[in-house]
């Protein structure tokens, strides 16, 4: 089945301790981004990636951190995080064609983060 | 800020009538896309339009596109109690690869 997987699902954490959560996609996709979800704001792009070893900085992307060593896997890190990262955060893919994106993005289920 | 900006931001109807949310945008695109969120989950990707399009079908949705506008809109015709949920429209910046999406309209549809 195709689809894109985030670990864990839910994550209580405390302020400044590091944590990271993973996020896999078996599509063989070029193009993987991470957003954050708050009320009232929809979602915002954190960081992307095109391909392995390119990534880009979204919309907001103070205080995270990603990286693209493999295709499949674009984790996203959160070296000291702080109560305002907290938020429901969702990794999506997509196929890229040449340098742009131009199709449907599949989502994951989400990771509902609480910074104490 | 926001590309992509939706409008209702919220709409309540009856099933069986149809439903319509508006989106505007700002800067170009190559394309604009809408996704469905039920609540608390991942989004689902409904349809794409491409900037060259000016009209899009998929079962009972239909999606307009005006350039000169900078808008799209969204039609889900004869709505059902398990269309209730947030629609979001998305787009891809013409000159670059991030994803803007807007707050998005919560559709309630009541039985």
């Known amino acids: 089945e195709a689809q894109v997987t985030q670990n864990p699902r839910y994550l209580i954490t405390v302020t400044g301790k590091k944590l990271t959560v993973t996020c896999s996609q078996n599509m063989n996709h070029e193009y993987m981004s991470w957003y954050r979800q708050d009320p009232g704001l929809g979602l915002r792009q954190i960081y992307y990636?095109?391909?392995?070893?390119?990534?880009d900085k979204g919309d907001v992307p103070e205080g995270y951190k990603v990286s693209r060593k493999e295709k499949r896997n674009f984790p996203l890190i959160l070296e000291s995080p702080s109560p305002n990262q907290t938020s429901l955060y969702f990794c999506?893919?997509?196929?890229?064609?040449?340098?742009?994106?131009?199709?449907?993005?599949?989502f994951g289920p989400g990771t509902r983060l609480t910074v104490l | 800020s926001q590309q992509g900006e939706e409008d209702p931001q919220a709409l309540s109807i009856q099933e069986g009538e149809n439903a319509t949310m508006n989106c505007s945008y700002k800067t170009s695109i190559n394309n604009l896309q809408w996704y469905r969120q039920n609540s608390g989950r991942g989004l689902v990707h409904l349809i794409l339009?491409?900037?060259?399009?000016r009209e899009k079908h998929s079962g009972r949705l239909r999606v307009t596109l005006d350039t000169s506008k900078k808008s799209s809109s969204l039609l889900i015709t004869a709505s059902r109690a398990a269309d209730t949920a947030s629609y979001f429209c998305?787009?891809?910046?013409?000159?670059?690869?991030?994803?803007?999406f807007g707050a998005g309209t919560r559709l309630t549809v009541k039985p």
């Open positions: 990636s095109m391909n392995v070893e390119v990534t």
């Open positions: 998305a787009t891809p910046r013409g000159d670059n690869n991030d994803m803007r």
């Open positions: 339009i491409r900037s060259n399009e």
């Open positions: 999506a893919s997509s196929k890229a064609t040449g340098t742009s994106i131009h199709n449907e993005q599949f």
